[in-house]
């Protein structure tokens, strides 16, 4: 029996879809079979980020809505041979259409045929993050450094300890920038992380990449180089169980010791 | 025992309804009462009379309590002071010991949630910005204490802060607020936060908690 995961923020634009995409690409490579589903109706775009827009025939509404079954509508990532799998979210539609129960039921008929079921929750913390949250086992929180993504991070927290999840909420913070963060411009990942107190699943650095790629339909997380890449296949790891330190904070700019430790005494 | 006795005390009049009379009775009894009391009265001058009505071991429900206020209602000059017994519902007697005990808390309040305690509150959590700490009573704090902190909920200006509210938001008490600016209270966990004689918020520091409540210095054992 797989395990379903709702990804969320509370904030807008944080990097949910990106995260939803790049995990489960991560997991796919890792040889688990994981079903993506896209819970942003009205506003889909897990499918462009991976490539499989021009692929969609029906979406998660018809599935409930009786006008298709739920292996019709599913779609296979090619790229990963029986591994990755799209539910994608309807355009035309809005997120009243479908209720908490409704999502509830596709999850758990899905959890049995894959390892992870990752639900990419919209923006909010409305009927799209109740739809989201319904038949989630456990929960991933992403927030960038910025404060008020923080704050609403903690709001979500909150909420989804409410929720009788099996586990606490992991966190992950996206969009590093290590020169912001070691200048003491932004809360560092150890702030974040004891602000929010619930545990860290990993770090994911601010790459122009992360946006080219995601525009031409191939997740950063392919290019095995790329530091935002790491970050998310070291969340992959974590998930999975093992123990994978933390990446550098200055791996990036490949500061010298000195440096660092200037720019340490200049938080104080 | 009569039904109903009547008692004069140095500073007012009780009247006794017999706990085991019958309740139509009493009322009987009540009218003859206040009908001869009215002939009394009408002999001296006019001047009006608050009433305590004792029910000793019985407890009047709201219905049984209108029927008494409409007998003394005929007499412009009677008034009722108030009901006294010496019996509680269960499920009252419950809420004033909840309304009393200092109850430790340890949860994380996170933004958006709000924490209601009935009585005092010993917080030993962590209260994020946003968050809410509620408490009818009054809050001693060691936790983390960024969010808002509101003691005396609602009108209790009796009730105080004590702990470090460097880093806190808001502190209210009763429905005074104060908004917290950055480094205004020193970072002390032995700042007392209270409501002055001019219904305004105030701080001092736990030495003068004697000073400023005398009652709640001597419950907590102080002398
Ligand atoms: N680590 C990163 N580095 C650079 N850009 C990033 C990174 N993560 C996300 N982005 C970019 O940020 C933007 C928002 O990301 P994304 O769509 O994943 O956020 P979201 O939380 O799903 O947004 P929404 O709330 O609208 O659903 C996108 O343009 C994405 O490419
Ligand atoms: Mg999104």
Redesign the interface.
């Known amino acids: 029996m797989g395990k379903a995961i709702v990804i969320t923020s509370g904030k807008g634009g944080v990097g949910k879809t990106t995260t939803s995409a790049n995990l489960g690409t991560a997991l796919a490579l890792a040889d688990k079979k994981v079903c993506l589903l896209d819970l942003d109706i009205g506003l889909r775009n897990l499918d462009v980020i991976l490539g499989l827009d021009n692929r969609i025939i029906y979406d998660i509404v018809d599935v409930v809505q009786g006008r298709a079954k739920l292996h019709q509508a599913l779609i296979k990532d090619k790229r990963f041979d029986e591994k990755l799998f799209l539910l994608p979210a309807a355009q035309n539609a809005d997120k009243s259409v479908l209720k908490p129960e409704e999502v509830k039921d596709i999850v758990d008929e899905l959890k049995p045929d894959f390892d992870y079921v990752l639900i990419d929750c919209p923006a909010g913390i409305e009927q799209g993050f109740i739809n989201a949250v319904a038949g989630a086992d456990a929960a991933i929180v992403v927030s960038t450094p910025e404060i008020s993504a923080v704050?609403?991070a903690?709001?979500v927290?909150?909420?989804l300890?409410k929720e009788s999840l099996d586990e606490p909420p992991m966190l992950i913070i996206n969009r590093i920038r290590t020169h912001m963060m070691n200048d003491g411009q932004v809360m560092d990942v150890d702030e974040i992380t004891r602000?929010l107190?619930i545990k860290l699943l990993g770090i994911v650095f601010d790459d122009d990449q992360v946006i080219s790629t995601s525009n031409k339909g191939e997740p950063i997380v392919l290019n095995e180089k790329n530091l935002a890449a790491q970050g998310y296949r070291n969340i992959a790891r974590r998930l999975l169980g093992e123990t994978v330190p933390l990446m550098n904070l200055d791996s990036e700019e490949k500061k010298g010791l000195i440096q660092r430790i200037s720019s340490w005494f200049k938080k104080n | 025992m009569q039904n109903v006795v009547l008692k004069g005390y140095k500073d007012g009049y009780e009247i006794t309804l017999n706990a085991d009379a019958d309740f139509k009775a009493i009322l009987i009894d009540l009218s003859k009462l206040f009908a001869e009391l009215q002939l009394e009265k009408e002999k001296s001058e006019a001047k009006s009379l608050s009433f305590d009505i004792s029910t000793g071991t019985r407890l009047l429900d709201a219905e049984q309590k209108q029927e008494v206020e409409k007998i003394v209602s005929q007499y412009p000059l009677f008034s009722i002071h108030r009901f006294t017994s010496s019996v509680m519902q269960i499920q009252d007697a419950l809420e004033m010991i909840e309304n009393r005990t200092v109850h430790l808390n340890a949860n994380?309040i996170?933004?958006?949630?709000v924490e209601n305690i009935k009585g005092d509150v010993l917080f030993v959590g962590?209260l994020?910005?946003?968050?809410i700490l509620r408490a009818s009573g009054n809050v001693f704090t060691f936790g983390k204490n960024e969010g808002i902190i509101h003691a005396g909920f609602p009108n209790d200006a009796e009730a105080i802060i004590i702990g470090n509210i460097h880093a806190t938001q808001q502190v209210r008490i009763a429905d005074v607020v104060d908004i917290l600016e950055e480094n205004q209270i020193e970072d002390s966990a032995e700042t007392v936060v209270f409501v002055n004689d001019l219904h305004v918020l105030a701080y001092t520091e736990r030495a003068k908690v004697k000073m400023i409540r005398p009652k709640l210095f001597t419950r907590m054992g102080g002398y």
């Open positions: 704050r609403d903690d709001r927290i909150g909420l300890e602000h107190s | 994380t996170r933004n958006g949630q962590d994020h910005q946003g968050g």
